[in-house]
């Protein structure tokens, strides 16, 4: 039975929730609805996918970054990107650039500086070497006090990763 993978996106702390609706009741649904096709959904959720335990610091975020743009390749064109309160890990520079250019991000797109899921984000759906599709971004705005973990130190990184998803 063919596959139909689609990636999704998001920092980890803050939609475990969410993460398992798409991998559960979300995905057994599309998968009736495209069994008639001989086909099946499969939802990338690399929370639990990227084995680093025997890597330093540096090598795991580079894993983890060379394994999430493979992974957002083989699912285009179908992204699925969710957005809160949070930022991400932000990878070594020159690490990111690396991994970005072995993913065939062009050498003129700015990677350095940005958490793996901005990386995720632009790679996957809104940078121009993006393919067309049918990229889905979900923005969530918490009404109220934002539960612990849920929240990036810095906020500012977080207001600016919004104010790009907006446009």
Sequence with gaps: MAAIPVFVSSTFRDFHGERDLLVGPV???????VADLGCRVEMID??????????????AQRRVLDVCLD?????RPLFLGLAGERYGTVPDAAHARFVAGEAGVPTD????????TELEFGHGALWDSAPPG???ILVRTIA??????WADANPDKVSRFRAWLGE
Excluded at 71 to 75: E, F, G, M, T
Excluded at 109 to 116: A, H, L, T, Y
Excluded at 144 to 149: I, K, L, Y
Aim: charged share 35%; net charge negative.
């Design 27 to 33: 995905r057994e649904r599309l998968d009736e609805l």
């Design 46 to 59: 690399l929370r639990w996918g990227v084995d680093t335990t025997e890597d330093g610091e540096d090598e």
């Design 71 to 75: 992974q957002i390749n083989r699912a």
């Design 109 to 116: 797109q700015v990677v350095e500086g940005r958490s793996i």
């Design 134 to 136: 049918d990229h889905v």
């Design 144 to 149: 109220g006090a934002v539960p612990t973990g």
